[in-house]
């Protein structure tokens, strides 16, 4: 068994003192992370940028320690999903254990609350947010308390985040553990259980087990330092032994036959996940006998809750005698080497095989499919993963094993045929099993190349093409490093050499690669150059389902060999690279830097789109362009006589097409040709009030405040849209307007006093609707304007050059009044980052959410919070609200406009009740919906709602959802493969199984991407 957890960046932020709850656990086989950690992976990283870099001191009890480092530059670990570095220690003795920040400056803000054991890991010490102890020494650094650790060796990931990089100081304390251990921590102190027909629980506890030491072993790579013992006196053949735990407690449960001072392990059953209820069926006991069982948690350390209940069942005897009993691994974790992996297991001795019956033991993959049988226990492992072994005693004269289908047969099937499982038929079907996880422990690397050149000029008769290796190749002992050649198109091994160095005798495209190999196992004297390919060479390893431990970098690194021309393209330098569009045309100019241009050559500069499409071609150093857009600039340089640029593009009309005749892209004319480009940008630059529909807010002033209130206005790119022509100005004529709203308030009349700054040619119009009456109208005014008003009457005002009159510009404007007056638009809401209905999740970290309005109104803005009946239940200060601080429930978010100071705004007051001091106050014209959730499963702050289970699981797990549509699912590793992926159109409500092939275990992403969505993300793990 084996296991990744959930291992979220526990990052807490000290001024909360939290930590993120972690209820995903389980499957039973922490990888050899360490084989992934190549110097490659590493880059410029840290010593202890892994756990085999890291120091371990050896802790005195009562005596601090102090270890000192820096993370900067730490690698992500895949395990974790953060940027760490280790420190490890070992402890004599059960400890309490403090690690503290103490002298780190500046002050690390944040970290992880867990220790690892094992290097590489296999497993887990958890932690609870109650052993965080802000502000430990004083000078504002954190500690960390591990109650109860056992003896042995640990490592602490030391995080790098934002506010906590650089150098560290950590004090290690061991102090003796306190607490007495429970009373059957020892095997001699086992408690008696009494079987009974029904499961009648007893309580018990592992709570400072570990004061004890280990007393017993573990299956797989559990640890069981903490368990505690239990005996009973079989009633029957048959027993059902089951464990409910509390709620973070994660069951290991071990039953042995003999005495304590002689045990010998019959089976073990591990629960899935923290709380999970976990049977042991026991088969083949003799009535009578004592059998001893060992109640742990899985995990290291002391688990985060203690308690759980047990009991014993006897199955009642049946006329079928027959009792497949149960095995143990001979090894439990098996390093894969090929078709000569061997799994095997000891029956514990529990089997009753009645005459005329016989026995056959099954293989069978994580979701229970049975692959294979033998009438031994003993298989070849198909490949990396998770498989159990099973046995079945059986009579042939009324069960075939024929019958078992290779491949689709699963154990619930056969199950459902014998007696055992309600069927018909006397057999008996080994349910636990024995489990076995096959891992790749090859830790060879081929690393990478670098290429001398990535394009190598051809030259007669040969030229030497080379690369570099980085320095992050693995080699094992007795192993030994090959370079190859291959022909990019096919693949094709064309030369070995044992440097990274190769002559050719022709252009194309070739890839050099690293192969490491050891001789006792792979012959490279088996490549033939010009018949072997990568792929026959790649399979013969185990990264690719071979049988051998070796690295070949089958992508390698590429140089292209090719025909160069004579001279060189030099470098475009712009006047700009954006600019804004003016109608009809903007104008880009450039000069052309450093070039070298052949006798009887010509220079020609191509503009295309966004898509490559060719658009105009130039000589000079200036060019058109039309519209709003990304374009590209390219330079030509070619001979006029092979290539006629006129002609060609009669024809040619892309920048892909023309590069295709050339050389470089595999043509036959001779010409040097920028396919790149320069990037050019034609930019929309009008004003946000371009729009009649989109009017800028002003607050009629009063004259005296002016000089603080003056708008400044530009129409420089502003358009016409589809206003008429002011009506007293030229009809025919093309106009670049910007509009303003304002309310007359208690006015009976306005003034607008205008600059028009740099415009040659201005106009104001006043009307009272888009499409409504002008009321005013005057071109070029010298004097301010002035307008009679009805009170309270919203008005626009429209601000225009005539273009065949002048030029516009910038301009200051102030529209003044006998009194004050604002106006009010409540526009529309939502969060920042433009989401109207969100999730959050009500959990131990801050769900800090900004809002934003789509109201330019020259007034205060205020955000609400009320309940589905509009009753206030929070009113945001500015624009952002923690939603961790409201209960599990449905809230809409308000936004009001309003000048003066709101009233009516306590909590419990209604919505439609609020009023204002001001003049004006407008509601939003609708609301964010935002849902506080206790999440579990799939979820993502805006995405809809997902669930997932089993996590951990045997290698398949369910997917729900409540949206309707088509969506992707893919498995990535911790590496970043995507190793499946699986699409299917899904109904709200419906589940989807999915089941991987092939997928060895540990942890995983599963990511889920609904069509038209954000993708959701959530961590499994995979026994």
């Not at 030491?213 to 299956?219: D, L, N, V």
């Not at 591990?270 to 976990?278: K, M, P, R």
């Not at 026991?282 to 060992?294: D, E, F, I, P, S």
């Given at each position: ?88 220690f070992?402890?004599p003795?059960?400890a ?14 944040g ?17 609870s947010?109650a ?38 100081t ?42 004890v ?7 797989g790579?559990g ?22 735990p ?23 059953a ?9 049977t ?16 742990a ?16 069942v ?8 027959a ?59 198909p ?6 072994m ?5 009579e ?33 079907l080994?349910i ?9 422990c090859?830790?060879?690397?081929a ?25 992050d ?20 091994i ?7 160095s ?24 088996t ?8 792929a ?49 045309e903007?104008t ?11 006798e ?18 130039t ?6 362009v ?34 295709a ?34 009017p ?32 007293c ?40 609707a ?12 010298a ?24 030029q ?18 409540g ?21 800090v ?23 206030i ?30 009233q ?28 506080v ?43 970043g ?6 699409g299917?159109?899904?109904r ?35 026994r």
């Open positions: 068994m084996s296991v990744k957890n959930d291992c979220k960046q526990l990052l807490f932020p000290l001024v909360l003192s939290l930590l993120t709850t972690v209820a995903h656990a389980q499957s039973h086989t922490l990888p050899a992370i360490e084989q992934q950690a190549t110097p490659m992976w590493l880059g410029g990283a840290p010593p202890n940028g892994t756990c085999s870099g890291a120091g371990v001191v050896a802790l005195q009890m009562g005596t601090p320690t102090t270890v000192t480092g820096n993370n900067e530059n730490a690698p992500t670990d895949p395990v974790f999903q953060a940027n760490l570095v280790w420190e490890g070992t402890i003795d059960c309490d254990l403090m690690v503290s920040y103490c002298g780190t400056d500046p002050d690390f803000l970290g992880l609350v867990y220790l690892v054991t094992g290097c590489p890991i296999t497993n887990l010490v958890f932690n947010g052993n965080i102890i802000p502000n430990q020494c004083g000078d504002g650094n954190f500690a960390i308390r591990f109650p109860s650790l056992p003896p042995g060796t640990y490592y602490y990931p030391v995080l790098e985040a934002p506010g906590s990089s650089g150098d560290y950590l004090v290690l304390t061991a102090s003796p553990c306190a607490g007495t251990p429970p009373p059957n921590a020892l095997c001699a102190d086992a408690i008696a259980l009494t079987p009974a027909e029904d499961c009648v629980y007893t309580s018990g506890t592992v709570e400072h087990a570990t004061t030491g280990p007393t017993g072993t573990a299956c790579n640890d069981v330092s903490d368990g505690v013992w239990y005996s009973f006196v079989a009633t029957s053949s048959s027993h059902d032994i089951t464990v409910q509390s709620p973070e407690f994660n069951v290991h449960l071990s039953l042995i036959s003999g005495s304590c001072t002689g045990q010998s392990l019959l089976a073990c591990i629960g899935q996940n923290f709380g999970t209820t976990t042991l069926s026991a088969t083949g006991l003799t009535v009578g006998n004592t059998y001893l069982l060992r109640v948690d899985w995990y290291a350390g002391a688990p985060r809750s203690s308690t759980f209940d047990i009991c014993v006897a199955i009642a005897s049946t006329t079928c005698e009792a497949a009993g149960n095995l143990v691994p001979d090894l439990a974790n098996v390093c894969y080497a090929g078709g000569t992996t061997v799994l095997s297991a000891t029956p514990s001795g529990n089997a009753l095989v009645p005459p005329g019956f016989t026995t056959l033991y099954l293989l069978t993959s994580a979701s229970e499919v049975v692959l294979d049988q033998n009438d031994q226990p003993t298989f070849i492992a490949g990396v993963g998770s498989f159990s099973r046995t079945l005693v059986y042939p004269a009324t069960f075939d094993p024929a019958s078992i289908q290779e491949g689709s047969s699963t154990i619930g099937s056969l199950n459902e045929l014998f007696i055992q499982g309600g069927g018909a038929i006397c057999a008996s080994d636990t099993g024995a489990g076995f996880t096959v891992e790749s090859c830790t060879a690397s690393g990478t190349l670098t290429a001398g050149g990535s394009t190598v000029c051809w030259q007669e008769p040969v030229v030497n093409i080379a690369a570099t290796p980085v320095g190749a693995v080699v094992p002992a007795g192993y030994s490093v090959l370079y190859l050649l291959s022909t990019a198109v096919d693949g094709v064309r030369d070995t050499a044992s440097t990274a190769f002559e050719v005798t022709a252009p194309g495209g070739y890839r050099i690669h690293t192969l490491v190999s050891a001789s006792t196992t792979y012959d490279p004297g490549i033939v150059p010009g018949t072997t390919t990568l026959d060479i790649a399979a013969a390893f185990l990264s690719t389902g071979g049988p051998h431990c070796g690295a070949l970098d089958i992508n390698g690194v590429l140089v292209e060999v090719v025909t160069c021309c004579p001279g060189s393209l030099g470098l475009i330098e712009l006047a700009e690279d954006t600019l804004c569009y003016r109608a009809p903007v880009f100019e450039w000069s052309w830097m450093g070039a070298d241009v052949p009887g050559y010509g220079v020609h500069y191509l503009i295309a789109d966004a898509q490559g499409d060719i658009l105009d071609t000589t000079s150093t200036m060019i058109e039309p519209a709003i857009g990304a374009y590209t600039l390219h330079a030509l340089v070619s001979d006029t006589i092979t290539l006629d640029l006129a002609s060609a593009l009669d024809t040619i009309l892309t920048i892909e097409a023309l590069n005749l050339l050389v470089q892209g595999g043509g036959s004319i001779c010409a040097l040709f920028d396919l790149p480009g320069t990037d050019l940008h034609v930019i929309d630059c009008r004003p946000a009030n371009d729009d009649c529909s989109t800028e807010f002003v607050t009629v002033q009063l004259l005296e405040s002016c000089q603080g209130g003056l708008i400044q206005g530009d129409n420089t790119y502003a358009t016409q849209g589809d206003a008429a022509a002011p009506s100005a030229d009809p025919g004529s093309a106009y670049a307007d910007v509009w303003y709203v304002i309310n007359s308030g208690e006015n009976t009349g306005i003034t607008i006093l205008f600059d028009p700054g740099t415009m040659t040619s201005w106009g104001i119009a006043v009307q009272d888009c499409a409504g009456t002008e009321l005013l109208c005057e071109v070029q005014p004097a301010p304007v002035d307008l009679d008003t009805e009170p309270n009457t919203t008005l626009l005002i429209r601000v225009f050059s005539e273009l065949n009159m002048g516009p510009g910038q301009f200051t404007m102030c529209v003044t009044g006998a009194v004050t007056s604002t106006i009010c638009d526009g529309l809401v939502s969060t920042a980052s433009g989401q109207t209905i969100m999730n959050v999740c009500q959990d131990a970290f801050p769900d959410i900004e809002f934003a309005t789509s109201s330019s109104a020259p007034v205060n803005y205020t955000y609400v919070v009320t309940d589905a009946d509009s009753m239940v929070a009113v945001v200060a500015g624009n952002a609200l923690d939603f961790n601080g409201l209960l599990v429930g449905a809230y809409l978010v308000h936004g009001i406009s309003h000048d003066g100071t709101l009516g705004l306590a909590v419990g007051d209604a919505l439609m009740d609020i009023t204002t001091t001001g003049q004006c106050m407008d509601l939003s014209q609708n609301a964010v919906e935002m849902r959730e206790v999440c579990s499963g799939l979820a993502e702050e805006g995405s809809p709602a997902w669930t997932l289970w089993p996590n951990p699981n045997a290698g398949a797990f369910s997917l729900r959802s409540t949206v309707d549509g088509p969506i992707v699912v893919q498995l990535i590793t911790a590496d493969r995507v190793v499946f992926e699986q299917r159109v899904m709200s409500g419906e589940v989807m199984t999915v089941t991987p092939d092939n997928v060895g275990s540990g942890a995983y992403l599963v990511r889920v991407r609904p069509e038209g969505r954000a993708p959701v993300v959530q961590r499994i793990f995979v």
